[in-house]
């Protein structure tokens, strides 16, 4: 995802300051989910290496309780149950008997009260009965007489009344039910008939087969889950709906390549094994979804095959209106699918993070968080923590949370300053305090040059020079490795025409990133001749040490 960021510095109580951070040299071999090369794992360590995963926001659990009991095939299993009360006849399987099958549909308003009852209605029935059954909302037992009967479970009346705890368990395993049937329903179609003389290896194969395309099938739908959750993570409200197309080419097409007529056509057929999938779990409330409309299948690829995926050349939406792009599957996660999925990756031991996590404490314990949070959203936790506060006091108890010479106080310094800049003006006065600080005056005066102030005064050269090496450290621990925006900030430093003597000023500043910064200058400056003067002037500060 291209706004996935990444913290990369290590911990702050690795020795020497500064020793324990991850810069760019270090970043090459991380893959896009995680600091693998910090950690010293190689390519075939990558599967069992923790994915990061980026924090989302979520609904209360009373505000999510009632989303989940207004999903119908829910609400239906609970209607049933309550409708089975005292006791219900079953069969021996424990689904309804015929007599009440009928009655059930009609009960769910899936068939009009006289007349006719299509048999589509009472299988939607007879479904949400099963589910009402796997759920324990109803119980099956037998009577003294041998009969076989439902009652009403134990979960039946707190859910009913709303219960957030009992609704939520209730919805999340009702999902978890439905995620194996989809990817059950999805190999079933390369399951061998018997023909009675194939010998017991043949069915052996036969059934290694089914389970190797389950696995598939299971590993494909929670890519796709996956995909879809940080996609929603990182979409602005209203954006996150994307097209059947689009998701499979994620899956698909290698990050920064174009997709070929064969990854095209891997592409349609990923969207084909996804579709009655995704459809499955839409039942639950984990997903909006608009499935393939099922006459494309039915017209003749022609010249615009690409299209016919729904996805143009670049990987990106084929150019088709509105009407025509949504034929081709559109598919949004809902806050239900977002709570759900968060749950199934808690339970398989991943750090997944809601927005906020990280703000609940004082000012030092977020600039901490956010700064060796690996998976965070630095804007959203600022934004939470300053809700609510004085201005003038959390601009003061940020700005002394920034202060300190450990591995990751240039980034707690760059934090700092977003977050007043969230502020605004409120924070001023306590900007102004602060003007003669060594450690944080270069950053203030900037900070109130920008807000408009015109009576700022310039700092000392060197807490200027100070500042330039500690804005700098802060971005190398910032860009996650990107080389690219790494130039651009090397291009734009202010050195002058005689480098040398720039330079030579450079590499006097005590900070502990003294040397990286110019380290990385010498490596990423365009003019020759900065570079060397840089390389010079690191190699000084690392022997003055």
């Known amino acids: 995802m291209a706004a996935r960021r990444r913290r990369n510095a290590g911990p702050s109580a690795a020795g020497t300051p500064g020793e324990g951070a991850v810069l760019p040299a270090d970043l090459e071999l991380q893959d896009l989910y995680g600091a693998f090369a910090a950690h010293g794992l190689d390519d075939e360590d990558l599967d069992d290496a923790a994915v990061l995963v980026p924090p989302v926001r979520l609904p209360s659990e009373p505000e999510l309780a009632a989303l989940a009991k207004a999903v119908p095939m829910f609400d239906w299993a609970l209607r049933l149950s309550r409708w089975a009360a005292p006791h219900r006849a079953v069969d021996e399987f424990g689904d309804l008997t015929a007599p009440d099958r009928v009655p059930a549909a009609r009960l769910l308003?899936?068939?009009?009260?006289?007349?006719?009852?299509?048999?589509?209605?009472?299988?939607?029935?007879?479904?949400?009965?099963?589910?009402?059954?796997?759920?324990?909302?109803?119980?099956?037992?037998t009577t003294a007489a041998g009969e076989h009967v439902a009652v009403p479970g134990p979960d039946l009346e707190p859910a009913e009344e709303g219960d957030p705890e009992t609704v939520l368990e209730l919805w999340l395993t009702a999902a978890g039910i439905v995620r194996e049937l989809a990817v059950e329903a999805d190999s079933q179609d390369l399951e061998r008939e018997d023909d009675g003389d194939a010998e017991a290896e043949e069915d052996e194969e036969g059934l290694g087969e089914v389970e190797d395309a389950r696995d598939e099938a299971a590993e494909l739908l929670d890519e796709a889950l996956q995909v879809l959750y940080e996609t929603t993570a990182f979409a602005e409200p209203g954006t996150e709906t994307v097209p059947l197309g689009v998701l499979a080419a994620l899956l698909v097409v290698p990050e920064g390549e174009e997709p070929s007529d064969e990854l095209l056509g891997d592409i349609t057929d990923v969207m084909v094994a996804l579709d009655p999938m995704l459809a499955d779990l839409s039942e639950l409330g984990l997903l909006d979804y608009r499935p393939i409309d099922p006459e494309l299948f039915d017209?003749?690829?022609?010249?615009?095959?690409?299209?016919?995926?729904?996805v143009g050349p670049d990987g990106g939406p084929a150019e088709l209106d509105e009407a025509e792009s949504a034929r081709f599957g559109l598919v949004r996660l809902t806050p239900l699918g977002q709570y759900g999925i968060r749950q199934w990756l808690l339970e398989d031991g991943y750090d997944a993070p809601l927005v906020g996590d990280l703000a609940q404490g004082d000012a030092a314990e977020l600039l901490r968080g956010v700064s060796e949070a690996a998976n965070v959203l630095p804007e959203e936790e600022l934004k939470v923590w300053i809700e609510g506060r004085e201005p003038a006091a959390a601009a003061?108890?940020?700005?002394?949370?920034?202060?300190?010479?450990?591995?990751?106080?240039?980034?707690?310094?760059?934090l700092c300053h977003s977050a007043l800049t969230l502020i605004g003006a409120p924070a001023e006065p306590a900007v102004r305090e602060v003007l003669g600080d060594p450690e944080l005056g270069g950053g203030a005066a900037a900070w109130l040059v920008a807000l408009g102030a015109a009576d700022v005064p310039a700092p000392d050269r060197a807490t200027a020079l100070w500042t330039v090496v500690d804005a700098f450290a802060a971005q190398l621990l910032d860009t996650g490795g990107d080389p690219e925006l790494l130039r651009e900030l090397v291009a734009e430093l202010p050195v002058t025409e005689e480098p040398a003597d720039y330079l030579g000023e450079l590499w006097r500043v005590e900070h502990p990133y003294t040397a990286d910064v110019l380290e990385a200058v010498g490596e990423m400056h365009p003019d020759r001749a900065v570079a060397k003067e840089a390389r010079k002037a690191a190699f000084k500060a690392r022997s003055k040490g």
């Open 109 to 141: 308003g899936l068939a009009p009260e006289e007349g006719e009852v299509p048999e589509e209605a009472v299988v939607e029935a007879m479904r949400a009965w099963s589910l009402a059954c796997d759920l324990d909302l109803v119980e099956i037992g």
């Open 396 to 414: 003061r108890e940020l700005l002394e949370a920034a202060r300190g010479n450990d591995a990751y106080a240039p980034m707690r310094r760059m």
């Open 299 to 310: 017209e003749e690829e022609g010249e615009e095959g690409e299209e016919t995926a729904g």
